[in-house]
């Protein structure tokens, strides 16, 4: 028996008794009634669980309309996965394109999310996105956020480059400045290491949430929202409502491999530790609608040597996969169109590296790492995970692959840039700009996948509203947004629309309870 496959049945049997508590505490929970709170410790018109994307946007758009606001935050600092993420953000007809003559449209980009979503995707929510894109880039601007002047990505599954490149290189683009101008307004109350543990409910409808202050999230627990005793409980009264800006559940061990029995209890992740289903199962138990929580989605950019999101992806995607090659080590060849969609390519990685990890290389040369951001090299050669070499037999010897046929790879592909077209996995190289793989030096990395983000969650509508499942309408007083919601992006979402949907949907909930306020 595999390694694998031990550890997966070895997991279901160990996991039998974690998995019973958490069903039983989802299907007991309905919430706690409002009539058995003696007094709330504290009262906000506004409770924001996460500090994410979402979580941000709409604490300040409802802050800004004069609202008193509480963001509450698990962890010992803000920002969770969104912090950490790639950060660049798709926009579909935006100025930079108008003035590029980049053609695209609100039913081009649905269409190229449905391609890669299997076609399961909720379009009305994608329609929210289009149409609101440009007010959520100019939102996130007005506060800071710095984008690469008159430059849009040419994102892999987009059919046209309809992506603005954050300065930062990595989502704390818009956190610290988001932050710092939540401090500078000081309208915001925000606590770290304050826990969610559930909804106060006034019949259907949420008044409130439970939480615990001073908790400590502990990684070594095999359930931290079971176990984690940490903390003083408080109540909190939500006059408006609370919005769910709590993230996926990638790290959570039982709940992502009830969903896809494929994932290992080992298998790593990209997310933050205290990405975990915590929140999503309390909003379930209140009659939040699941939706498409089997959904998994593989990062294919990953460097297997490093732990976690790591320092290579942005290399690997924006110059090996975005301009240059990925080839079977084995064979010397490619195996994929390198600027599909991630589940094509997460899909044919795996198939690549079998039992045996036998990791792909990922190749790039000089011109392109020049024509990228430099700093998504400059860390990955000081921490070793991308390798430089002087001439691709270098590089060939270095990784053990046949040196004729892959000498024979690149010279075809250099060839299909040159013609403008890949006769062998049909890759669009209409944006590619002439680079190829020829001047050296070169540079490559090893790829694997990793558990990258969770595609279901709470069903929402357009005003970012949770959808009951015994009634069919909105839950009165629970908003939610980002990756704690499901049908944006259905089976696999394209890069850089996570971004755009977390800030979207965040200030759509935080322009909602604006205009709570004002009714």
């Known amino acids: 028996m595999s390694e694998v496959s031990l550890a997966r049945r070895n997991f279901l049997k160990t996991g039998a008794a974690a998995a019973a508590a958490i069903m039983a505490s989802a299907a007991a929970s309905a919430g706690i009634p409002a009539a058995s709170v003696k007094k709330f410790d504290e009262e906000y018109d506004v409770v924001v669980v996460g500090s994410g994307f979402a979580g941000m946007a709409c604490a300040l758009k409802a802050s800004r309309a004069g609202l008193k606001v509480l963001m509450i935050e698990k962890m010992s600092v803000v920002g969770g996965n969104s912090a950490i ?203 939040a609608t699941p939706v498409q929580l089997c959904w998994l989605q593989f990062l294919p950019y990953c460097n297997p040597r490093e732990k976690g999101f790591g320092v290579s992806v942005n290399f690997t995607n ?71 070499f002087n001439t691709l037999e270098e590089l060939a010897d270095f990784y053990k692959i046949p040196k004729e046929a892959f000498l024979e790879q690149v010279k075809k592909f250099n060839s299909y840039v040159k013609a403008g077209e890949d006769p062998e996995f049909h890759r669009n190289l209409k944006f590619s700009n002439g680079l190829d793989v020829s001047k050296a030096p070169f540079y490559g990395i090893e790829v694997s996948p990793k558990i ?30 980002g990756e704690i919601t499901g049908g944006v992006h259905g089976a696999s979402r394209l890069g850089t629309v996570a971004v755009i949907d977390a800030l979207t949907f965040g200030m759509v909930a935080g322009e909602q309870f604006a205009k709570m306020a004002k009714a």
């Open 452 to 481: 990258h983000h969770t595609m279901g969650g709470v069903m929402i509508n357009e005003q970012a509203q949770v959808i009951s499942t015994k009634t069919h309408q909105p839950i009165k007083g629970l908003y939610a947004g």
């Open 85 to 287: 993420c790639g950060g660049n953000v798709a926009c579909p007809v935006n100025p930079v394109q108008k003035a590029q003559n980049i053609q695209d449209s609100k039913e081009l980009f649905i269409k190229d999310c449905l391609k890669d979503g299997l076609g399961i995707n909720y379009t009305n929510l994608l329609g929210v996105i289009a149409d609101r894109c440009n007010d959520t880039i100019k939102f996130v601007e007005e506060c800071g956020a710095e984008f690469v002047p008159n430059k849009m990505l040419f994102e892999a599954g987009h059919s046209v480059p309809r992506s603005y490149e954050i300065k930062a290189g990595s989502g704390s683009g818009y956190i610290n400045p988001m932050y710092a101008t939540m401090k500078k307004e000081g309208k915001v109350t925000v606590r770290t290491r304050c826990k969610f543990d559930d909804f106060v409910m006034d019949g259907d409808d949420v008044v409130g949430i439970v939480c615990r202050e001073g908790y400590r999230f502990n990684a070594k627990l095999q359930s931290d929202d079971l176990e984690n005793k940490t903390g003083k409980t408080k109540y909190i009264r939500a006059k408006l409502g609370v919005m769910l800006a709590a993230g996926g559940f990638s790290r959570d061990i039982w709940f992502r491999q009830v969903q896809d029995p494929r994932v290992v209890p080992t298998t790593d992740s990209t997310n933050q530790p205290g990405a975990t289903a915590g929140v999503l199962v309390k909003a379930l138990g209140i009659g």
């Open 318 to 388: 924006h110059a090996c996969m975005d301009y240059g090659i990925v080839v079977d080590r084995k064979t010397g060849k490619r195996f994929m169109d390198e600027h599909a969609g991630r589940k094509i390519k997460a899909d044919a990685l795996f198939a690549v590296i079998g039992n045996d990890e036998n990791y792909p290389i990922a190749v790039a040369d000089d011109a392109i790492v020049k024509a990228i951001n430099p700093s998504f090299v400059k860390l990955p050669l000081e921490m070793g995970t991308v390798k430089k």
